[in-house]
């Protein structure tokens, strides 16, 4: 998701301008390279064979623990100012070359039936998927962003439960649950994201999909030694990622010159593997991994991947999840 916009101020500028001066000398000739927060790549549609399929490790999904349901999220809150900004920081992840093919295989997925979207934001999705007639439903942290929503959108139309995504409960059983631009790196521990897996099979009946857009860690493409990798470079624009390894925590910063403003996002990385084992600890089974929404093959070298895990057809519903209070505006 787009950073946290911090107002401006007038000694960082020169302080970030230096760092990623010094990022960029210690890799003379090499091209930015794009990493976590550069976003979807741009391929032609490509048919595949079956995918592959995992076997599940249960087929049910316990009930929140008390831990799980109190605790406060670890992710950042997107304030009114960043909300307000939200859509003008989407660059081309807003235009209709990027929506479309989501929307498109979204509307697939759902087969009829309804959708959740966790962490539904301002809508980039949400709103013309449920113009497409698919009866959408959005969990979210941020009240300010649930406001921009409403600009688009009433609450008759996409109804939203502020609270977190991974213990917010919304009543009934979903076709579709899915989590776009690399949105669960937003939660900051492994915990988080496996209980938002959990959660997400919670809300899923039988034969439903948990779809999730994410970012594949760039972590070959960093030179020994060296942690802090550039991702655009350019006179609007100034980004690089910070890694941690250790943690699997990546810190995007960003500073866009002309307009005086700064931000930065936390996130936590995961592997394609590790997203696979918390699926199958929420019960749920690999179904396809494409390296875009056109259906592109997803390789060693892909940036990024879409990933459809499916909850079996026998798996039992399992009681209604005592999540942390929630409430629709």
């Known amino acids: 998701m787009p950073p946290i916009l911090e107002r401006p101020r ?9 760092f990623c001066s010094g ?22 549609f490509r048919v595949r064979g079956r995918p592959a399929r ?13 831990d799980e349901a109190t605790r406060g999220p670890s992710s950042q809150l997107w304030d009114a100012h960043t909300a307000v900004r939200y859509d003008d920081t989407l660059g081309w992840m807003g235009t209709p070359e990027a929506v479309e093919p989501a929307v498109d295989l979204l509307e697939q997925l759902a087969d009829g039936g309804t959708a959740l979207e966790f962490a539904v934001g301002s809508g980039r999705i949400a709103v013309p998927l449920a113009a497409r007639g698919v009866p959408v439903h959005g969990i979210e942290l941020s009240e300010p962003m649930v406001e921009q929503l409403r600009a688009k959108a009433d609450a008759e139309r996409i109804p939203v439960t502020v ?4 213990t917010a409960h919304v009543p009934g059983r979903f076709s579709l649950v899915y989590l776009v631009y690399n949105t669960i790196s937003n939660l900051l521990t492994q915990q988080e994201q496996v209980a938002c897996f959990r959660n997400a099979a919670r809300h899923l009946m039988p034969g439903g999909r948990f779809v999730v857009e994410l970012g594949v860690p760039p972590l070959r493409r960093l030179p020994p030694g060296q942690l802090t990798c550039p991702f655009d470079v350019s006179e609007e624009h100034l980004g690089f990622d910070v890694i941690d390894p250790v943690t699997q925590r990546l810190t995007s910063y960003h500073h866009w010159p002309r307009r005086g ?19 199958q600890m929420a019960g749920m089974e690999l179904e396809r991994r494409t390296a875009d929404w056109h259906g592109a093959e997803f390789t060693a070298d892909s940036e990024q991947h879409i990933s459809v895990w499916r909850l079996p057809l026998g798996a039992a519903e399992s009681p209604d999840p005592a999540a942390q209070t929630t409430r629709a505006p």
Not at 10 to 18: E, F, G, I, K
Not at 25 to 38: E, L, N, V, W
Not at 54 to 66: F, I, W
Request: a positive charge; glycine letters at 6%; proline letters at 10%.
């Open 10 to 18: 007038s000694d960082s500028a020169p302080v970030l301008l230096r």
């Open 23 to 44: 990022v960029l000398r210690g890799a003379p000739g090499r091209s930015p390279p794009r990493t976590f927060s550069a976003r979807l790549s741009r391929q032609t």
């Open 54 to 66: 995992l076997r599940s490790m249960t087929s049910s999904h316990p009930p929140l623990s008390a």
């Open 163 to 166: 609270g977190d995504m991974a």
């Open 261 to 279: 403003e700064q931000g930065r996002s936390e996130q936590r990385y995961a592997w394609p593997a590790e997203l696979d084992l918390m699926a």
